[in-house]
């Protein structure tokens, strides 16, 4: 097993020695596994162990940054010496800097299984087994389960830098994924679920393939719609979808570089009254939960949106340093490879205390949207999108009959404008999480021949 301790150790060690302004080294170790199931057997099975780690240095406000996955004694120095190496060739950043350690102790969260390894193997694969089984029972219009899939990740994460700061915390996370088709005479459609947990026994397979299922067969039979306005409802998995493109907006990189739609809108009433938006990254069994982010500094919670006034942005430490505030702990990286960016943590919609059935029963006439094709080519700037969906139509209270064929338009923020009520049903896909949620009037266009 590597010695991490001792390989940052070195490295800070020889960093210290370079006449550098300001270095941090970040590194990481992680043991996954994977298991797909298919038609009761073994399909996938992947166990995989990385570790590697990444530096940044500082040498008169020119930045330096390398990264290696091979740790040897001797990489690890060459990797040291070929930072340095790199900080003189790049530009001079004023606005580059580093954490100093937290006043505060970091909080303990509840982030490690300590069973998960002394768990048999045997046992995990049942668990993917067990999410197939519960899709195929569900409905016998069931036919196909493309993925079933088991996964885990155990990893460490640990920084350093030469203010003396010193973290590092142990994370697992368990998730079930599935895919399933259903069928019906010559009709197909596909459906799919996830969930995730830090803790084996938290995750529930019967309730992800189970909703798989119903998904599918709900779509069996999906006709069009004519063009009109509507009333919609947006289930947890769709709100999610949209509130993760939103997202951007609120990176504080992106209103620097005028990409965000919220440009000088701080303390306007841009989203309805009813919609509170909240970046946590302390969220309980959250899967971007963490004491601190990629940089070093405490993880807190940030209202965004209040009762629909937006409040501020998300930062790291070079967008905060760049407006003269202070980190609000959204430091993110993806791997080793690449210097922290503004990241979303656990970024949500507040709930609220209607029922989600309730929601439903309240539409006399109108749509719940069940997917979004191509929402990523909203603008991010405008926030105007035009995107096909598939959905359930709602007659009287009641979903009558599915919907293809169909595409709806609108924009970002009118779209939050237009929530008016808020349903009691928060769930997470991934960092994003979102309560179903009711908008008064859609824009649908469909088939009018």
């Not at 609108?410 to 009691?424: C, H, M, P, Q, R």
Request: charged content about 20%.
């Amino acid at each position: 097993m590597t010695d991490m301790a001792s390989i940052l150790d070195a490295v800070m060690d020889r960093l210290s020695h370079k006449g550098l302004d300001a270095y941090e080294v970040f590194s990481t170790a992680s043991h996954g596994l994977t298991i797909e199931i298919r038609d009761g057997a073994i399909d996938v099975f992947v166990a995989a162990e990385n570790t590697g780690l990444s530096l940044r240095v500082l040498k008169g406000q020119r930045l330096g940054f390398a990264f290696s996955t091979d740790l040897s004694p001797d990489a690890v120095s060459d990797l040291a010496d070929g930072v340095v190496q790199g900080a003189h060739s790049s530009d001079p950043d004023p606005f580059v800097g580093f954490p100093s350690p937290p006043r505060q102790t970091p909080p303990q969260l509840e982030l490690f299984d300590h069973e998960l390894k002394r768990r048999p193997l045997e046992e995990k694969i049942e668990q993917a087994k067990r999410l197939e089984a519960a899709a195929k029972s569900t409905d016998p219009r069931i036919k196909k389960v493309r993925k079933a899939a088991y996964g885990e990740t155990t990893g460490t994460v640990a920084i350093c830098n030469h203010t003396g700061l010193r973290l590092s915390y142990q994370k697992t996370l368990i998730s079930g994924s599935i895919l399933v088709v259903a069928e019906q005479g010559k009709d197909a459609e596909i459906g799919w679920d996830y969930g995730f947990s830090p803790f084996f026994e938290q995750l529930d397979m019967d309730l992800i393939g189970a909703a798989a299922a119903r998904r599918a067969v709900d779509m069996l039979g999906a006709r069009p719609l004519r063009s009109m306005q509507v009333p919609a409802i947006l289930p947890t998995w769709v709100a999610c979808d949209v509130l993760q493109v939103l997202s951007a907006s609120f990176m504080a990189d992106n209103v620097q570089k005028r990409k965000s739609v919220l440009v000088g809108r701080t303390g306007e009433s841009l989203f309805s009254p009813h919609v509170t938006i909240v970046d946590d990254g302390l969220y309980r069994y959250g899967m971007a939960s963490s004491p601190f982010d990629d940089e070093g500094s405490l993880h807190d919670r940030s209202v965004l949106v209040a009762q629909g006034v937006v409040q501020g942005f998300l930062h790291d430490q070079y967008t905060a340093n760049k407006e003269g505030c202070r980190s609000t702990g959204n430091a993110g990286r993806h791997g080793i490879k690449m210097p922290p960016a503004v990241q979303a943590s656990n970024f949500y919609v507040q709930k609220g205390s209607t029922d989600a059935d309730r929601l439903v029963s309240s539409v006399d006439a109108g749509l719940m949207v069940t997917d979004m094709m191509g929402l990523h080519t909203a603008d991010p700037i405008s926030g105007d999108f035009s995107v096909g969906v598939t959905g359930l139509w709602i007659e009287k209270g009641e979903t009558a009959f599915p919907v293809r064929g169909i595409a709806i338009s609108g924009n970002l923020i009118e779209l939050f404008k237009n929530v008016d009520a808020v349903g009691s049903d928060l769930k997470f896909y991934g960092p994003f999480g979102s309560p179903s949620l009711r908008v008064s009037k859609l824009n649908v266009a469909g088939c009018d021949s």
